[in-house]
Nanobody
Framework: VQLQASGGGLVQAGGSLRLSCAAS????????MGWYRQAPGKQRELVAV???????NYADSVKGRFTISRDNAKDTVYLQMNSLKPEDTAVYYC??????????????WGQGTLVTVSS
């Protein structure tokens, strides 16, 4: 399974970006999908996660500003980021909990996309 993330870039504080992450390859199902981020010198942290049924969870730092969604028909997860702040600057990684046809579940990671928010 490969996860291809896109949508990062440079934006001014207060601006918006939309990240996308599409899963490819053949599998039985995708369970939870999510976004993590890692800022320079910091540990990777959870940003948002969405279950297969659509329930969501967010880090406190992004609640009310970021929205995670998914298109199950396209095996794609999105992260709409509004009111961006300089402290949102990080490499954003998507991940997916995938169940194979042999019913084994594994977590896969995308390659990361850089989001830079200027003040």
């Amino acid at each position: 399974v490969q996860l291809q993330a896109s949508g990062g870039g440079l934006v001014q504080a207060g601006g918006s970006l939309r990240l996308s992450c599409a899963a490819s390859a053949s599998f039985f199902s995708i369970n939870a999908m999510g976004w993590y981020r890692q800022a320079p010198g910091k540990q990777r942290e959870l940003v948002a996660v969405i279950a297969s049924g659509g329930s969501t969870n967010y880090a406190d730092s992004v609640k009310g500003r970021f929205t995670i969604s998914r298109d199950n028909a396209k095996d794609t997860v999105y992260l709409q980021m509004n009111s961006l702040k300089p402290e949102d600057t990080a490499v954003y990684y998507c991940c997916a909990d995938v169940t194979s046809y042999s019913r084994y579940s594994s977590v896969y990671w995308g390659q990361g996309t850089l989001v830079t928010v200027s003040s």
